[in-house]
């Protein structure tokens, strides 16, 4: 099993920027797709982001598109989610997950699971 540990959560004013890692626990992750969701509370787990094993094929939510960027670093085992131009509705836990080499935007297709990290945006 793949352990996942996030950091870099914090609080921010609306209009801020943030980033948060993910760092792996093994070096297969290098064949995994990575992927971030978001759990807002009282609200489901939804898909924010995800990037291919060679970091070259991404895709984002449209509520995060143009303002989320999702990036990984194999050589170090870690995944990136840099934010800008963040929302008060963009507050939630934020969890990084690795999943198989085709994995899409479905939290089912994703095995590993970090604990996640709290971003708050204060408006």
């Known amino acids: 099993q793949v352990q996942l540990m996030e950091s870099g959560g914090g609080l921010v004013q609306a209009g801020g920027s943030l980033s948060v890692s993910c760092e792996a626990s093994e070096r297969a992750l290098i064949h995994y797709t990575m992927a971030w969701f978001r759990q807002a509370p009282g609200k489901e787990r939804e898909f924010v982001a995800r990037i291919n094993w060679r970091g070259d094929i991404t895709s984002v939510a449209p509520s995060v598109k143009g303002r989320f960027t999702i990036s990984r670093d194999n050589a170090k085992n870690t995944l990136y989610l840099q934010m800008n131009s963040l929302k008060p509705e963009d507050t939630a836990v934020y969890y990084c997950?690795?999943?198989?080499?085709?994995?899409?935007?479905?939290?089912?297709?994703?095995?590993?699971w970090g604990q996640g990290t709290q971003v708050t945006v204060s408006s």
């Open positions: 997950a690795a999943g198989g080499m085709f994995s899409l935007e479905s939290a089912s297709e994703y095995n590993d």
